[in-house]
């Protein structure tokens, strides 16, 4: 996705479910993943690892889209790619305060909580401390 779609009402995370339900093969997925690699970097490193394996990806993302929990193992494996950490971010951030994630991608950007990498225009999270 290009940063430049993403307007206040846009629903970022509904838009990469609907995509990642999308894809029928390794092929589909990769390109996906090139996609939206911008947001969803550790969902891309995930797909391109050596580690990949299309058949058990599906087979989880599957059980998970049926309601059921595919284990610990295909958690850790692929959770990313079913839920990168900042679309999390985004999504919980946009909950909180029951705006549209568009509305919190944005707001987090002008916050400088998200920033953008300049050499590969990755976006990241900017881990803060707490405050004691």
């Avoid at 779609?5 to 339900?21: A, C, F, G, H, P």
């Avoid at 950490?85 to 999504?91: A, N, P, T, V, Y």
């Avoid at 991608?105 to 999270?125: A, P, S, T, V």
């Amino acid at each position: 996705m290009e940063i430049s779609e993403i307007s206040y009402t846009t629903e970022i995370s509904k838009r990469y479910v609907d995509e990642l339900r999308a894809c029928e093969d390794t092929a589909a997925l990769l390109a996906f993943v090139n996609k939206w690699k911008k947001l969803a970097y550790d969902a891309y490193k995930a797909v391109w690892s050596p580690s990949f394996n299309w058949e058990e990806f599906k087979a989880g993302l599957t059980q998970e889209t049926a309601g059921q929990f595919a284990g610990e193992a295909w958690g850790e494996k692929y959770g990313m790619i079913l839920l990168p950490e900042l679309l999390l971010h985004i999504g919980l951030t946009a909950q909180h305060f029951k705006a549209p994630e568009g509305a919190a991608f944005i707001r987090l950007r002008e916050m400088q909580m998200i920033k953008k990498r300049r050499k590969n225009g990755i976006f990241y999270l900017v881990k803060q401390e707490v405050k004691k």
